[in-house]
């Protein structure tokens, strides 16, 4: 009797653990989708949190310090078709402004619930993962 109540209370506490390591796996993944964005820490990212990310990593981007980014300073985050696209003055290369109008765009699509924030869900749909590639 005594055995088969401490064997249940293993078991249960076993349970508890393996529900509990879940639960912190579970945090960690949808941190590592904010991570270094969500600089407020309510574990969404706004406009304002994807735009500052997306500027800094302009600025990295931008080896040559002039300002714009061409094809191979983007190095893949940009197909040349979403390059031309993003591009209204065709002259090949993004403006800080042209980069961070495309990262407003994305933003929008990342955001069907339209409520001017990206949870760690939206983050990664489709939608979300192309505007990430667009922020480290
Ligand atoms: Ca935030
Ligand atoms: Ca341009
Ligand atoms: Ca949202």
Known sequence: MTISRRSVVLRVS???ALLTSG???FARSSRNSLYGLDTD?????DLEEAKKAASAL???LDG?????LDRRELRGRLSAKELSE???DHDGTLTKSEYL??????FNAADPDRDGTLDSRELKTKAGRALLRLLR
Do not use: W
């Open 58 to 60: 302009f600025d990295r």
């Open 41 to 45: 820490n309510d574990r969404t990212v």
């Open 64 to 68: 040559d310090h002039e300002g714009t």
């Open 23 to 25: 639960g912190i796996a």
């Open 86 to 88: 993003a591009d209204p």
């Open 14 to 16: 076993v349970a508890l």
């Open 101 to 106: 109008a495309l990262v407003e765009k994305r």
